[in-house]
């Protein structure tokens, strides 16, 4: 079965909303195996919504709609959805029994723009709305099954779960999952040439790859009887693993401060941290973990050069010999946010994060890294593109992962 | 003008990843008078793509798309362009010295799928990237122009600001602008009754007000000609700002940190930070705002009990009699900050983010703040609903609004 999503609000198309309904929708289709082949936003235009029904309907076994089906005269979905059947909208008793159900308990009126709710295309049926007043529209159009539900989030969620998925649930035995292994450290081109043969257009599992904050996901998408899916799953995602070794942290939702957590538990390891550039994003990061209070002592966000000496105990001298950004300097943070807090390890972070502040020997985005433990102190300089708040987010998920190559015992790998 | 979005990419048709960038093209377009008449995201296929293509070039005179430029076999939309014109794909000597002087800084060697990056449609023309190595493309099909921006989003918003917007701008007589005043403090309800007259449906400006990150945003929409437009947005911000009155924190864009930033600027005043329950995120946050080092003295994320009495001398008795989550204890944070960095403010949060720690006295979400300065010490406790990143991210803007209307000469106001 095949499914195109429409998402209907002028607000959505101008930009000023975000729609998230549309990947909620294509997830949960997804995993009754049903695959989606395109979203669309339209406008609250009933030609313009017309065109877009018949276009998905061509396209598709299944269209569901969200939107458009308020009592405001902006609302146009019931138009639009007649107007792509070619038949008029008509009175339903059946919604009207709805509204009335809905309004009467909570002392309220029917007004006439509510009764305009209860208009649908002649032959559609009415989808009762538990939580709302805009009862939902099931009709064929062509070949396609039609579904219209409210834009409103929870009256949306609510009729999803009830009223469309349980009557896709027993049409399919077949179902779609995903599985990402998530991956820091070599460019996309390099992994998408380790994976040539698995990404092979036509070849299934289907194996992509995509750009997350900073991260490089390998997806792979299987569809089929539910065991089968899960052995296709975990034979792909192991081999994956295995051809990229340590460049993988982890899989599905696992950020890297998770895998630097998972490492500080299993080590029984305490950590703490002198930043610089990136004023307290790394420690921010690791604290996104709940229980860090285990494993983190402190972090030192020393900004100026006068914090780094009394704080940290890097040795004035070498700040003004080298300049804050430099080793020696990142060097001495480490070991001295390590020193002073009696952790086992302490990570350092010193660069020029702009747009301000670069330098022809340091230009703007280097940055200077040390990770400092009981076997020493390990430095690494690198240089990122982009503004500061790009910069600043690649450094701290760059020092994390030197924490966890240093913590799984490993080296700075040399495609670092 | 009339445009359409596209968004290409399969983890966006399967709901696994979110599409933000149509929503913020859009509106881009919008703030220069481009009316977007739809978005739609499609699947890595090539096929799907030329399809696509040649609709959106059939409804708009503009076409706008993203995603699907990368290295990999995966990335097809210089495929589905090409199709969509009817022309070969070729290898394009501008794209390639674009994909040289990116690669040559870096010590790498251009691999045979970063070639792939620089076959063009024939006849397109190459985008420079300066922040990754996808070149984009620009091309014409039928009678529309069509832009590819790469799928990473900083790279993206990089290419719409510099490549795309200034080709569109002097384009178009007519704009649709958004003016957009910040507030913090007052529930949505209220605001809304505040501004009743000014919401009214069909009133023109049309003012409406979002939820985002945990301030309310009141939007005003005018469009006409930019004269008429700048005026009548000017008037209703002034009656908005005079209605909130210190609630406003800024427009447009401005974050909280940037109306502290400037305060702290105009008073060349230095400040502090001791975080326990927020991990870094307040300072964080601060050194978002480029110059920060002029006034960021240093920040101490004092997770451990140990590290808050040995780097912010707050006596350990008190953090026994009273617990970390307490008024002494954060009073102690703020003044010791203060003290033994030499800032002019010292700010402490300490409270529990959960999901574990809370206590039926000090539940999940109890946050204690101060603020110390030349006149005292302000303390404030709040409660906070949520999961722990929603608890954290809210204290850090709590927070800083203390700061703001601190350094802004006012008391806590009787609303906060």
């Not at 909570?106 to 509510?114: P, Q």
Request: proline share 5%; net charge neutral; glycine share 12%.
């Amino acid at each position: 079965m095949r499914a195109v999503v429409l998402s209907i609000g002028s607000e959505l198309v101008t930009g000023l909303g975000l729609d998230t309904h549309s990947a909620e929708i294509a997830l949960a289709l997804g995993s009754l195996g049903v695959a989606v082949v395109r979203h669309e936003t339209l406008d609250d235009d009933a030609a313009q919504i017309a065109v877009g029904f018949v276009a998905a309907a061509g396209d598709a076994d299944l269209v569901i709609a969200t939107g458009g089906l308020g009592p405001t005269p902006d609302d146009r979905t019931r138009d639009g959805l007649a107007q792509a059947i070619g038949v008029p909208l008509e009175a339903s008793a059946e919604a009207l029994a709805m509204l009335e159900a809905w309004s009467a308990p909570r002392g309220r009126k029917l007004s006439e723009s509510n009764r305009r709710q209860a208009m649908l295309p002649r032959g559609a049926e009415a989808l009762p709305n538990p939580v709302g007043t805009a009862p939902g529209i099931l009709a064929r159009l062509g070949r396609a099954t039609v579904f219209c539900l409210p834009g409103v989030p929870s009256e949306m969620e609510r009729m999803l779960a009830d009223q469309v998925l349980p009557r896709l649930r027993s049409a399919e035995a077949r179902v779609l999952r995903v599985r990402t292994v998530r991956t820091f450290g070599l460019p996309e081109s390099v992994i998408g040439e380790r994976l040539a043969d698995l990404m092979a257009p036509g070849r299934r599992p289907r194996v992509a790859t995509a750009v997350h904050a900073g991260a490089i996901d390998v997806h792979i998408h299987a569809s089929g009887s539910a065991n089968e899916v899960d052995r296709l799953l975990e034979a792909d995602a192991a081999e994956v693993k295995r051809r990229l070794g340590a460049v993988v942290f982890g899989e599905g939702a696992d950020e890297m401060e998770d895998a630097v957590a998972a490492l500080l538990a299993q080590r029984g390891a305490k950590i703490a941290l002198a930043e610089s550039s990136t004023g307290g994003l790394i420690a921010a990061r690791l604290v996104n973990v709940p229980g860090m209070s285990e494993h983190l002592v402190e972090g030192i966000v020393a900004y100026s050069n006068a914090s780094k000496v009394r704080l940290l105990g890097v040795p004035k001298e070498i700040i003004e010999r080298h300049g804050a950004v430099s080793e020696p300097v990142v060097r001495a943070m480490a070991e001295g946010v390590r020193a002073g807090s009696g952790a086992d390890v302490g990570v350092a972070v010193t660069g020029v994060a702009g747009p301000s502040g670069g330098t022809p020997d340091k230009p703007v985005g280097t940055i200077w890294f040390a990770v400092a433990d009981g076997a020493g102190t390990q430095a690494a300089r690198e240089l990122f593109a982009g503004d500061r708040a790009t910069i600043r987010a690649r450094t701290a998920v760059y020092a994390l992962n030197l924490v966890r190559l240093r913590l799984s015992g490993g080296r700075k790998p040399d495609f670092l």
